[in-house]
């Protein structure tokens, strides 16, 4: 990494030929956002349905509580399509390396 600053690349483990693998800024962005979308799914669904739960039980259904419903589930919609989205862009921009490798089923790897 001479020259190059340290928030621009990650290193990671060792590919085909021993070099280790560098993930650009973006990639590591999108990975933690990817991670993140799952406690945000979850938390989002479950604050914003107990939102329209209490506002709706004191009141009549309104719009107001049906598009407290429909955020709820837009949230778990929007985070799935988030990850789904995700992991087809980073099988085509990053294809596994692996793949050059076949594995066995045993576990190991053929000779070179």
């Known amino acids: 990494m001479q020259g190059d600053s340290p928030d621009d690349e990650l290193e ?9 693998v560098r993930w650009p800024l973006c990639v590591r962005i999108l990975a933690v956002c990817y991670v ?5 799914q979850m938390v989002g669904f479950l604050l914003v349905g ?10 009549d259904i309104d719009g107001w509580v049906l598009g407290l ?10 985070c ?11 099988r085509t921009h990053y294809p596994p390396q692996a793949a050059a490798r076949p594995v066995i089923r045993g576990g190991g790897t053929p000779p070179p």
Request: net charge positive; aromatic share 16%; hydrophobic share 50%.
């Open 12 to 20: 990671s483990g060792p590919d085909q030929r021993g070099a280790p």
């Open 50 to 59: 107990a939102a329209a739960f209490l506002y709706g039980r004191r009141r």
């Open 69 to 78: 419903v429909l955020a709820g589930s837009a949230t778990i919609v929007a």
């Open 80 to 90: 799935t399509a988030f990850r789904f989205w995700f992991r087809r862009w980073g």
């Open 36 to 40: 993140l979308s799952l406690a945000v």
